[in-house]
């Protein structure tokens, strides 16, 4: 049996489509490689065999055969169930009696190991669909639901315990072993910033470590490892090499999807994204747990960082180009570690006046990244309904009970919210002058600065809006605009924004007011 140092031997081999010609079904006449820092990704005809890197690194090991073979097999049992039909099953590679290698079979000796999956065009990767500015929202809140189910799907560890200081510790100590003292620099300044979250964090860590909130995650939840397979986006390439450091909080495996969307500039993809989990949990906790969201952003840009400099060893990746990127990030890194303070704008109007679609334009710019949970009153009342939503409600879904309740349950996320950091952004009708004391009341009580705005629109405007609105949580329609025309609310605390015209414009009318000058990205 050969060694495991003649990896190089069964990589050179595979590059060859002969190589497969014996035992491969519809054998490749091409074989592409791509190199990362933990395996060899080789693209044959309809197949993609991944076989691990012979590496020992400070977070993993894959210097024997065995434990290549070993984290094949956990790599199918993990991915496989969340993308049916992407894992194929672990491929044995031979070495025959006369030297020559084959893929598969039973004639010879096995000398490496591999994962095989279905191909897919490399397009359909999501980091590749950002980088050509094609994800939409419907993407996005199809990707939030699928993480959100993920994480549901993984069951808590009732021994598991709050590694993320020794994780941060460990991660830092490997980055500030380059030879590179520019970034060894940043890195410490990072260091300092990790530091103080992780003390600012520790109380809220341990409520949610207490509450049964960590779990076997994905691990490695990036762009880059999550595929738009059949129209749906898919994780996959889960972290196979180490249960303990998967076994994480849902909210730090979120932040590498946050950080990286951020990082491409998508920071509006990223809030919607965080929204969308948000509102789909419905778990106050999760909305507490945004106290350590600054410190698992962090830290997972230092984790691109670490791993960046791990294949900068490793491959023959463009030395400058990578100690530019590792400093960028970890600049990045530094800047998550410093969020702004707190914000809370309420916008509120009547149907129509287009409240929702100025709320999600605003929140992606106010305060921490990446911006402000948006509540939104539509959404919530479907949550308490128990219903999708783009479910049609009853009449009795709008009583004043049922509002009442709506109002209440809006105004305790956004207290929750605040009180971990995170700024707020509410839209809704807040037709009364107690919605409106309320919301303003939960701002004081936090010590957050307060903004309201009020949408004034003609009523054929909002008729028309209304009227040509499809696949929204709001249930309005011309005939609800007329009721509320007729008791129509005299809003005199709140500053008044015209909301005739095109939604760009209401938009920078109220970025005016609210002294936000620059529009996130998509």
């Known amino acids: 049996m050969a060694s495991d140092t003649d990896q190089q031997s069964v990589i050179a081999a595979l590059h060859s489509p002969e190589t497969w010609s014996a035992t491969w079904p519809g054998s490749p006449d091409h074989v592409e490689v791509i190199e990362t820092h933990a395996a060899y990704i080789l693209m044959a005809g309809q197949d993609v065999l991944k076989v691990k890197r012979a590496v020992r690194l400070p977070y993993l090991d894959f210097s024997t055969l065995e434990a290549r073979r070993r984290v094949c097999e956990r790599e199918i049992q993990l991915n496989a169930p969340h993308a049916p039909g992407l894992y194929r099953g672990v491929v044995a590679i031979r070495r025959r009696h006369n030297g020559t290698f084959i893929v598969g079979g039973s004639d010879g000796d096995v000398v490496e190991w591999a994962v095989r999956m279905a191909r897919f065009e490399q397009d359909a990767l999501l980091a590749n669909v950002c980088d050509r500015g094609a994800l939409t929202p419907v993407i996005m809140k199809k990707l939030a639901d699928k993480v959100l189910a993920y994480h549901r799907a993984m069951l808590p560890r009732a021994s598991a315990v709050d590694r993320t200081a020794e994780i941060a510790r460990s991660v830092v100590q490997s980055i500030q072993r380059t030879a590179e003292q520019s970034v060894r620099v940043v890195s410490d300044a990072v260091a300092i910033?990790?530091?103080?979250?992780?003390?600012?964090?520790?109380?809220?860590?341990?409520?949610?470590?207490?509450?049964?909130?960590?779990?076997?995650?994905?691990?490695?939840?990036?762009?880059?490892?999550?595929?738009?397979?059949?129209?749906?986006?898919?994780?996959f390439d889960a972290l196979e090499f180490d249960e303990e450091l998967a076994t994480i909080d849902p909210l730090y495996d979120l932040a590498f999807l946050l950080m990286d969307l951020d990082r491409r500039d998508r920071r509006a993809s990223a809030n919607l994204l965080l929204n969308r989990y948000l509102w789909r949990s419905g778990d106050v906790l999760d909305l507490r747990g945004l106290a350590a969201l600054p410190m698992f952003l962090g830290l997972r840009a230092c984790v691109r960082a670490m791993v960046a400099l791990d294949r900068l060893a490793l491959t023959n990746v463009d030395r400058t180009m990578t100690i530019a990127h590792v400093i960028e990030t970890l600049e990045h890194a530094a800047a998550y570690l410093r969020p702004p303070s707190p914000r809370f704008v309420a916008i509120g109007g009547l149907s129509g006046t287009g409240k929702t679609t100025l709320a999600a334009n605003v929140a992606a710019s106010l305060g921490a990244v990446p911006g402000a949970l948006h509540l939104r009153t539509d959404l919530e009342r479907k949550w308490l309904a128990g219903v999708d939503e783009l479910e049609r409600l009853p009449d009795s879904a709008y009583s004043d009970r049922a509002t009442r309740a709506t109002y209440d349950?809006?105004?305790?996320?956004?207290?929750?919210?605040?009180?971990?950091?995170?700024?707020?952004?509410?839209?809704?009708?807040?037709?009364?002058?107690?919605?409106?004391?309320?919301?303003?009341?939960?701002?004081?009580?936090?010590?957050?600065?307060?903004?309201?705005?009020?949408?004034?629109?003609?009523?054929?405007?909002?008729?028309?809006?209304?009227?040509?609105?499809?696949?929204?949580?709001?249930?309005?329609?011309?005939?609800?605009?007329?009721?509320?025309?007729?008791?129509?609310?005299?809003?005199?605390?709140?500053?008044?924004?015209?909301?005739?015209?095109?939604?760009?414009?209401?938009?920078?009318?109220?970025?005016?007011?609210?002294?936000?000058?620059?529009?996130?990205?998509?």
Do not use: Y
């Open 193 to 235: 910033g990790l530091e103080h979250q992780l003390a600012t964090s520790a109380a809220v860590r341990a409520e949610r470590t207490e509450g049964g909130c960590i779990r076997r995650c994905h691990g490695d939840l990036h762009l880059s490892n999550i595929v738009l397979w059949h129209g749906e986006p898919v994780p």
């Open 409 to 522: 349950r809006v105004t305790a996320r956004a207290a929750a919210a605040l009180a971990a950091g995170h700024s707020v952004v509410v839209d809704g009708v807040f037709a009364t002058q107690s919605e409106r004391l309320a919301v303003a009341g939960i701002a004081h009580h936090a010590h957050v600065a307060f903004q309201g705005i009020w949408l004034d629109a003609a009523a054929d405007i909002m008729k028309a809006r209304v009227s040509l609105r499809s696949g929204d949580a709001s249930d309005a329609t011309a005939d609800v605009i007329e009721r509320q025309l007729a008791h129509a609310p005299r809003v005199t605390n709140w500053t008044h924004v015209d909301a005739n015209g095109p939604a760009d414009l209401v938009a920078a009318r109220a970025r005016s007011v609210l002294g936000v000058a620059v529009d996130a990205r998509g």
